[in-house]
């Protein structure tokens, strides 16, 4: 009984609006159509609220998200997309094609563990006043691997015709490359597909000028 009520609330997400990882989640939400709850992890503000003792709780490795689902509590945004995608109905965010589904977790690992990770928050944090030239080889030399692998497996989105977790992942990568003002112009299929991506219902919902806690001056 208890599993069973914890399936029947709401997830809770907890996030920052700019978060790669968390944008990933709420697009997986809103591709499902699930609905869910926003509690805001202000990254910056009082030094982080992700270091405190309340939010390691929840996710001990003090980053964003943690996700409240059926009783669970999840971080790494993979996992939770992983788990939205089978525990919930509606578009399939892993193709059932093996060697298709190979190609979205190739690409999902590409961004989520060879280039965000190098210009996460902490990490620019660390480098100090090289941020930018960091975070804009970091992405330049995770791009120029992705490029030419999506010219490959890309039709209208980044593997065939059907929207995918990588493409989950590589909107809000592209969003992070324009931010550190990487020259774009270099990966025309990456571009391509983030325009068309762009352009669908869940992908705007989830864009970070549109959360809760978004500062208003970057509201649209």
């Not at 944008?23 to 202000?42: H, S, T």
């Not at 059932?96 to 620019?124: C, E």
């Not at 100090?128 to 791009?143: L, P, T, V």
């Amino acid at each position: 009984m208890h599993l069973s009520l914890a399936c029947l609330a709401k997830p809770v997400l907890h996030g920052y609006f700019r978060s790669s990882c968390s944008w990933r989640v709420r697009i997986a939400f809103a591709l499902k159509g699930v609905e869910y709850d926003q509690v805001p992890v202000n990254l910056i503000k009082d030094g982080g609220q992700q270091l405190t003792q309340e939010y390691r709780t929840l996710n001990p490795m003090q980053q964003v998200p943690a996700v409240e689902i059926d009783g669970i509590t999840l971080s790494q945004s993979l996992a939770v997309i992983q788990y939205i995608d089978e525990t919930r109905p509606g578009p399939r965010l892993l193709p059932a094609d093996p060697k298709k589904r190979a190609q979205v977790r190739m690409i999902s690992d590409l961004i989520a563990s060879g280039i965000q990770p190098l210009q996460n928050l902490y990490v620019i944090l660390k480098v100090g006043a090289e941020k930018m030239q960091w975070s804009q080889h970091f992405i330049d030399r995770g791009f120029q691997a992705l490029e030419p692998i999506l010219k490959q497996t890309a039709g209208k989105y980044c593997v065939g015709d059907e929207i995918s977790m990588a493409d989950i992942c590589l909107v809000p990568q592209v969003y992070n490359a324009e931010r550190f003002k990487v020259d774009m112009k270099q990966y025309p299929t990456i571009q391509r597909l983030n325009q068309a991506l762009l352009e669908i219902e869940a992908f705007k919902v989830s864009h970070p000028s549109r959360q809760p806690d978004t500062p208003a001056d970057l509201c649209t």
